[in-house]
């Protein structure tokens, strides 16, 4: 099966996510909400970035009549961007806020930053949560029969495999680092 351009931009954008600072990052995950972003991510408190992924001029100029776009407040991110190869996308044709990304040999090149202030409302906010739990719900159908709690015990089941100690270099929950909720 070979990977479309589309595909391969959804990828791309998984990746930049990372090197952006984003510690969670989902990709194509569908909601109730009938928003489903290329690429989500979260990172310190709680900023999430969107990111679009066009390979074609029609995707982009359709991407401007779904719902989410006619009304930007209760779109996802609070960064919005696109990403699409060089030159598909003029920059005087982003929506208000919206930061372009480009494909250029190979590298991806910020061509227009997003806007600095957040771009998510209270109803965002609602949808991101939305995804994120009816993700997390995949996950825990897919670990049956154990619960999702009882998965994220991983640490204490370790220990007890260990002797009553984890392994070094492994911190106890209650030690890690959560940027996501730092303020």
């Known amino acids: 099966m070979s990977v479309s351009a589309h595909d391969k931009l959804v990828i791309r954008a998984v990746a930049w996510l990372r090197r952006y600072g984003c510690g969670i990052v989902l990709s194509e995950q569908y909601c109730s909400t009938g928003e489903v972003p290329d690429a ?9 970035v969107v990111v679009e992924c066009k390979a074609t001029r029609g995707d982009f ?3 401007a009549n779904k719902p989410f776009r ?10 919005r ?17 919206w930061g372009l990304l480009e494909v250029e040999r190979g590298d991806i090149v910020v061509r227009v930053k997003p806007a600095r202030q957040s771009q998510r409302t209270e109803v965002g906010l609602l949808k991101e949560m ?8 995949r996950v825990e159908v897919r670990i049956e029969p154990q619960s999702i709690t009882d998965f994220l015990k991983w640490k204490s089941r370790l220990a007890e495999y260990n002797g009553g100690v984890l ?9 890690e680092e959560n940027s996501h909720l730092q303020v």
């Open 81 to 97: 961007l696109y990403l699409a190869p060089a030159g598909l996308i003029r920059a005087d044709e982003l929506p208000t806020g």
């Open 167 to 175: 392994p070094e270099g492994v911190l106890p929950a209650e030690d």
């Open 130 to 137: 939305n995804l994120l739990l009816a993700s997390l719900r």
């Open 70 to 79: 006619l009304k930007p407040r209760e779109g996802l991110g609070c960064e």
């Open 40 to 48: 989500i991510g979260w990172k310190g408190q709680c900023r999430s």
């Open 61 to 63: 100029l359709a991407d």
